[in-house]
């Protein structure tokens, strides 16, 4: 939000603050996250998972869908697969459900993430009529919940 508010600012020198509000508030009723731990190993240490769950999790390969709904992390769909397989399914839904817009789409990851995977990603968001897609280290919040090799996405609905 912070970012895409920054460029509208550049490109609307003649506003307000009122008119920035406006825009500023649109840009956070339309916006949207998503990310994918690789392992829960992170949620069981917060206390947000239990061992037995986070084992069984491990055993089947799920890799729950962890979204940014009111200000609050809410587990969504739980993706059953090896990592570099679900984060195709989980943009898939992301866009899809979510209405986003193929402007401009941010993807962010932790520590650990496999580097040569993020060329992948953009061909496949390209594919998919995404237009620009921005990069950039998940933050505190998401690195804290997704532990090492989490993946995540990032939009705005469209108007």
Known sequence: ???RMAELLREHPEWGIDEAVTAAKDLIARGHMS??????AFLVAGGRVSNAKALLAGVLLLHPCIEAKDGRLVAG????GK??????????DFLVNNAIAKDEVWCCTTVGFEEGM?????EYLHNQGVEKVRWSQCGGVITTHGGPGAFGIAGFRAK
Do not use: G
Not at 77 to 80: A, E, I, L
Not at 83 to 92: E, G, L, P, W
Not at 118 to 122: L, Q
């Open 118 to 122: 993020k060329t992948e990603v953009e």
């Open 83 to 92: 990592m570099n397989r679900v984060i195709y399914k989980m943009m898939d």
């Open 1 to 3: 939000v912070l970012v």
């Open 35 to 40: 990310f994918i731990p690789k392992t829960l």
């Open 77 to 80: 769909k739980n993706y059953r």
